[in-house]
């Protein structure tokens, strides 16, 4: 693994704005939102459904690279490895509105997941749009089903496929029902393994573990985590490709036969060069691929793609994705043939192969980000407005920071054993600036300016919780401004942004999160009507945390402890203290 690089390691913040805006020199028909590191098609058509894609840089040509007519309308851009921040896809979806709808298509990682998922919500809450969904990718074959069934397949390159056939269907003008059928329909039927070589290195980072020479990695990911296996002594190409397909194809393996390919099915390939191999090597593996997809598996692709679409910098490594269009056609109500006419459609993407050329041209100047926040609002008519009694809920609110900030150094503390350190400080922040603006965002008592106020602040939160209580908070605004009676049903509410909220985190109640306190508490809310018997179960479940053993973020990497780890959630106790608060402002 080479460790060079052109760049000085502390210029490693400025690769991903410079890379962008070189795109608008190649593409004078691409814009640049600089501040948020959006690229966006200058001519997307608002009749059509708008497809945003993003993720974490360091995957280039994925996903700026495949802006263009015929493909996506616009992707977010996030630090190398990380998801872009709500706030940055935001600005995507608001500068390229459309009256069909937004299809957000992401990775399944976790950081996509919540960070796209609550950009959907913002911009549902806000009533910037009435249709937007998040498509994630699953196609990682590597982790079977039963280590797989809590937080899902991780996304790979496979998604590719799904990516232009989601494109060209927008292009078309199709509907945005039909278009999210299809991108459903071909990620249920797509398949992905990966192998390297080594690590890629990340410039600007120290301490990268090598891989030796005489092993072979099995199962690797494309954020530079371990895979699934190590084979040693390095493998021949021909055993090599025989376990990746075997992976893939193998109907009678339980844990991974998650897409079934029978003789005559039309099946789309897609080998996928990680950055750090040479094209004559990836051209050799890639015969060696088709020779034993035929000979092993009577797969004879009808279509192929090989290069790289989706790197990890410099990772020397490849992945193999399998499509089987004919299943997929089945599921989605189409055709074949119209699935290889959409991969087929010309598309002005960069990075696409076969695209149509563009000249050299001066390009746009960079462009300010959309305002993503207040001004993106429709207005509350009075006659939907919530009102209550001001000074009332101002205690409320007032009385749920207060205890949330006083539970800061615990948070803190908890924090520091089991996580990273960020939750009481991240807790303390946002109260304190709901505790800023209380006075003025309560005083005409509307629900909904105290809402809208709120979702502000918990934008700036930032992390894993920042994220989670901002699409519940999200959700909960748009519920509450969709109901069909005059009088608002908070229980019913609660319960219907918990079950919006799941569609982003598989986290539930036993794997110590600040879900184990949100999902009994909205259940007994619901169930009973009783907001001070719902405060009560949350007050019991977080206090059970302490015996709990983390499933999710960087907690579930801590080794097992003995009584010194049997401390409770900081999430999950900031969200008693908040709710506990919230009961005595009442009061």
Known sequence: MSTKHYFPADSVNTLVPKYLKNLTYKDPNLAYIESERVIYSKSHNRANVAVISGGGSGHEPSWSGYVGNGLLAGAACGDIFASPSMKQVLAAVTALPS??????MITNYTGDRLHFGLAAERALATGFTKNIIVLPATDDVS????????????????????MKIVGAAASKGMSFNKTV??????????????????????????????????ICVVGAGIHN?????????????????AELLAMLCDPHDQERAFVKFSKGDEVVLLINNYGGLSELELGALSLEVLQQLNSTWSIKPIK??????????????FSISLCNLTTAAKNSESTVSEFIELLNDATSALAWPNTSSTSLNTPREPVEAPEATSSMRTEVPESEDIKTEPSRLNNIVRRGCERAIAAEPNLTKWDMVMGDGDCGEAVEGVSKAVLKTLDLTT????????????????????????????????ALTTNLRSRTSSSPNYATATAAAV??????????????????VLLPFAATFEETGDFAKAVAVAQEKAEATRYLKPKFGRASYVGAGGKEQELPDPGAWALKEMLVGMLEGAE
Not at 191 to 205: A, E, F, K, Q, Y
Not at 225 to 241: M, Q
Not at 499 to 516: F, I, N, P, S
């Open 99 to 104: 009256d069909q709808g937004t299809i957000l």
């Open 143 to 162: 982790i079977g089903k039963n280590k797989a069934s809590i937080v899902g397949r991780r996304g790979m390159p496979g998604h590719m496929i799904t």
């Open 181 to 214: 059928a299809f991108g459903k329909a071909i990620n249920s039927q797509l398949v992905s393994i990966g192998s390297t070589l080594d690590h890629c290195h990340v410039p600007g980072r120290e301490n990268h573990e090598s891989i030796p020479d005489d």
């Open 225 to 241: 985590e371990p895979g699934a296996k190590k084979i040693s002594p390095f493998p021949t190409v021909e055993n090599l490709i």
């Open 304 to 317: 192929m793609y090989s290069g790289a679409f989706e790197s990890s910098l410099n990772g020397p490594g």
């Open 443 to 474: 005083k005409t008592g509307s629900i909904f300016d105290l809402l809208y106020a709120t979702i502000d602040n918990v934008d700036d939160m930032g992390g894993t919780l920042g994220a989670i209580l901002g699409i519940f908070l999200s």
């Open 499 to 516: 079950t919006a909220l799941k569609q982003y985190t598989g986290a539930r109640e036993g794997d110590r999160t600040v879900m184990d």
